[in-house]
């Protein structure tokens, strides 16, 4: 049986954005490691980031709660934080918990980079 694997990535930036893979159950386990990297780039002065959600399985209210984190965060410094490329399970969670009416979703991280800021 192969067990899948969750982990925490920072992909290349594109376009000024800072690009995080989340790979996996992004759950409590995960979320520690999520935070760590928002704070970061956020301490390096990088407040544009793009949590790229494409290869997520599950999410829970634990990695919800560091994504609301780092949108406060980026906000604070005049940037922003995006999700791109949320499954259904994802999409759902975001859709019960109306986090998706305070962050912007795209369907690939490369959308996510390429459209301006709102």
Do not use: K, N
Request: one cysteine or more.
């Amino acid at each position: 049986m192969l067990v899948p694997v969750s982990g925490v990535e920072l992909g290349e930036d594109h376009e000024g954005w800072a690009v995080v893979v989340l790979t996996g159950e992004a759950d409590l386990y995960l979320a520690p490691a999520l935070r760590e990297c928002v704070d970061a780039l956020v301490a390096e002065d990088r407040a544009r980031i793009v949590v790229d959600l494409e290869h997520v399985t599950f999410m829970d209210s634990s990695a919800l709660g560091v994504i609301v984190y780092g949108l406060r965060r980026t906000r604070t410094l005049g940037g922003a934080l995006r999700l791109a490329g949320p499954g259904a399970q994802v999409r759902r969670l975001l859709e019960l918990t109306r986090l998706g009416e305070a962050v912007e979703v795209f369907a690939d991280a490369a959308s996510a980079c390429r459209e301006p800021e709102r």
